[in-house]
């Protein structure tokens, strides 16, 4: 369910997203966002995740340190920041409950997801 929330707000982007599959990341691809990130003086994936946790708070992974060319905006997003017990207790007592108590229950990838989001809608 928390990958479905981050690619559904996310996909609301322009962003290239791709569902998760396993474990608590995606790979982010801004390229559609090149022209008003190079106006920015963005033009590589550091520069991207620099930028973003200081404008934003959001800390993001540029895709060079996962093989991809240094000018390329791509980052990998990880959404594990949340307290694992809480959740696992929401779900023992009513699977629903993590649905309809998501902003509670999750509120750092909320708080990040719409940070990121905001951050985009400004470019």
């Known amino acids: 369910q928390i990958a479905a929330y981050v690619y559904r707000a996310l996909s609301m982007t322009a962003l290239d997203v791709n569902m998760s599959e396993g474990g608590f990341y995606m790979f982010l691809n801004f390229e559609k966002y090149r022209q008003k990130l190079n106006q920015r003086k963005i033009t590589s994936g550091q520069e991207l995740c620099q930028q973003m946790l200081t404008q934003t708070g959001v800390s993001l992974l540029p895709g060079s340190s996962f093989g991809m060319p240094s000018d390329s905006l791509t980052t990998r997003l990880s959404y594990v920041d949340f307290d694992g017990k809480a959740a696992l207790d929401a779900y023992k007592n009513d699977p629903r409950d ?11 990838i909320v708080e990040g997801v719409d940070a990121l989001t905001a951050w985009l809608k400004k470019l």
């Open 98 to 108: 993590i649905r309809d108590k998501f902003h509670t229950t999750f509120p750092n």
